[in-house]
């Protein structure tokens, strides 16, 4: 892929070029390094804290390993805050409304905060594409050679895109990781069934659909915004290039501060959480006595689980639930699961048989709490099949259970999920200041080819802060639906549809790459992944893991 300049992270703009050459402050860089350091520490006493309070003993290689783990996990967050961010302040830098050094701190600082007031939503719909027998058994081999690839694979791409400063999207490149492991998975064990099996389609068009339709919502959404402010609001100097490196006026000013700031703050709130759901996966194959269960939950909180199992099993006998014994519940429920076919009296009766075992063993324990080491994966895995194989009779009920019987069985799956999705605040932390500190280097690649690179004409202050309002109001509805997008696709595309809107035009050898980026993207993170997966696999069975 050709590089789109000599050097991509020089601007041709001499006053933005000022901007970018001032050194940074000795004690900026002391800073930097006391945080990032802070951080893991903070990251390594709270694991070690978390393990010793629920008893779990982790021998010295197993820690060590799970320091690895998560360095990588955390590196994923920090790639993705300077190759991401690096989008929602290339407006305020070309506009002159912030200077860039400035800029980029300001946004680290309110992507930490969007990650600080995440809801978590979209860190389990990432999780939910993997391979399900891959999620029950993530300590083991497979289960780390799995996290492991999508993660470098992630983390290869992004950096290759970055080094020629193309915006490609890192949601998209985690995706398309995910969807080869569960490919390659499937076909390295395949058996009877296919490899697509091994990634769940339905899930993966949903989010796919999201991620091919942001560049279309991001182009027209701030084509017609543009379009809208121009008739609104006839003030010339929106729509004039900037004098200089003079500030704007203070209006347009605190406006494009505020659209940078809603971009870096939603970015945070929804990229951040990627990372923290393949944490989570990290942490209970590692230490499943500390983080394969909530044990925050209070002992008060049992009964209204029990009682929401029995209406559920309720429901399901009413729907003519079969007798399934217990020991060959859970493989009918994994079946299900792998095929996504719940909908037959099978599956509910060993919905039923599961439930009824799990409520009974944590009544008995008084709390989730309370489970001792050697139950806990087991819980976690009941709670986890029940859970997702309720969602699948839920999804589409129509014709089979009623409203009522929905409500019903979704108030059992927010007991379930209270249980089992959760994200201790030190992971939150952590991420933020992954994702913060990543803003804030690298980030003069991609400021160039968004500021200058898309349209023909210089970054208009009407044209900054359309693509800016369309790319922060997108995500941050996605977020509260609980689905991932791409602040680059959005964005980018946003300030292309504010380039035509100006009626200046687009730059086709930049469009052609940015499409190339878009369209390669999958296939790519797919074949680097599931190889990646294949070898790691490889390796350690040879060694005899």
Not at 390 to 413: N, R, W
């Amino acid at each position: 892929m050709a590089t789109l300049a000599a050097d991509p992270s020089e601007p041709t703009d001499r006053s933005v070029a000022r901007s970018f050459d001032r050194p940074v402050h000795p004690f900026a860089r002391i800073a930097f390094a006391v945080i990032l350091l802070g951080g893991l520490v903070y990251a390594g006493a709270s694991v070690l804290i978390d393990t010793s309070q629920v008893g779990e003993q982790m021998a010295i290689g197993v820690f060590l390993f799970l320091a690895l783990a998560l360095v990588v996990a955390l590196g994923f967050e920090f790639v993705n805050g300077f190759h991401d961010t690096a989008n929602a302040v290339a407006t305020v830098i070309y506009t002159h409304a912030m200077p860039a050094h400035f800029a980029v701190v300001w946004s680290g600082f309110f992507n930490f905060l969007g990650v600080l007031f995440s809801s978590g939503a979209v860190a389990y719909s990432i999780i939910t594409l993997l391979p399900v027998e891959l999620i029950l058994n993530v300590g083991s081999a497979g289960g780390f050679a799995m996290i492991f690839a999508l993660l470098l694979a992630a983390v290869l791409w992004n950096l290759a895109t970055w080094y020629v400063g193309l915006p490609n999207s890192s949601s998209h490149t985690l995706i398309g990781s995910v969807l080869g492991v569960g490919f390659a998975n499937q076909l390295i064990n395949a058996g009877s069934r296919g490899g697509t099996a091994g990634v769940d389609w339905s899930q993966a068009s949903k989010i796919l659909t999201g991620l091919w339709m942001a560049p279309l919502i991001g182009f027209f959404a701030a084509l017609l915004l543009l379009f809208v402010m121009r008739k609104v609001v006839r003030n010339p100097k929106l729509y004039r290039e900037p004098e200089g490196s003079a500030p704007p006026p203070t209006g347009i000013r605190a406006l494009l501060i505020f659209t940078c700031t809603a971009v870096s703050f939603s970015h945070g709130s929804n990229d951040g959480q990627k990372g923290m759901g393949l944490i989570m996966l990290i942490l209970i194959g590692c230490a499943p006595t500390a983080y394969a269960l909530n044990r925050t939950l209070p002992a008060s909180a049992t009964p209204a689980f029990v009682q929401s199992s029995q209406a559920a099993g309720a429901v399901l006998t009413g729907k003519g639930a079969a007798a399934v014994p217990i020991d060959q519940a859970r493989p009918v429920l994994v079946k299900a699961l792998q095929e996504r076919k719940a909908n037959t009296p099978e599956v509910y009766g060993a919905l039923v048989a599961v439930s009824q075992d799990l409520t009974r063993n944590v009544a008995a324990y008084g709390s989730l709490g309370n489970v001792p080491a050697q139950a806990t994966p087991n819980i976690r895995n009941d709670m986890y099949m029940v859970l997702d194989t309720s969602k699948l009779l839920t999804k589409k009920p129509e014709g089979t259970f009623d409203a009522g019987q929905v409500a019903t069985l979704k108030a059992y799956e927010t007991q379930l999920e209270s249980g089992t999705r959760f994200i201790p605040l030190w992971v939150k932390v952590s991420v933020a200041i992954a994702l913060g500190l990543g803003t804030m280097i690298g980030w003069k690649r991609i400021v160039v080819t968004v500021g200058e690179k898309i349209g023909k004409q210089h970054m208009t202050y009407g044209m900054g802060a359309s693509a800016e309002l369309v790319a922060a109001g997108t995500i941050l509805a996605a977020d509260r639906f609980g689905l991932p997008v791409s602040t680059t696709h959005i964005l980018s595309s946003g300030v292309a549809g504010a380039s035509v809107a100006s009626g200046m035009g687009l730059q086709k050898r930049t469009l052609m790459q940015l499409a190339a980026a878009w369209l390669l993207t999958l296939p790519i993170a797919m074949a680097l992944a599931g190889g990646l997966y294949w070898l790691l696999l490889t390796g350690v069975r040879a060694f005899g893991g």
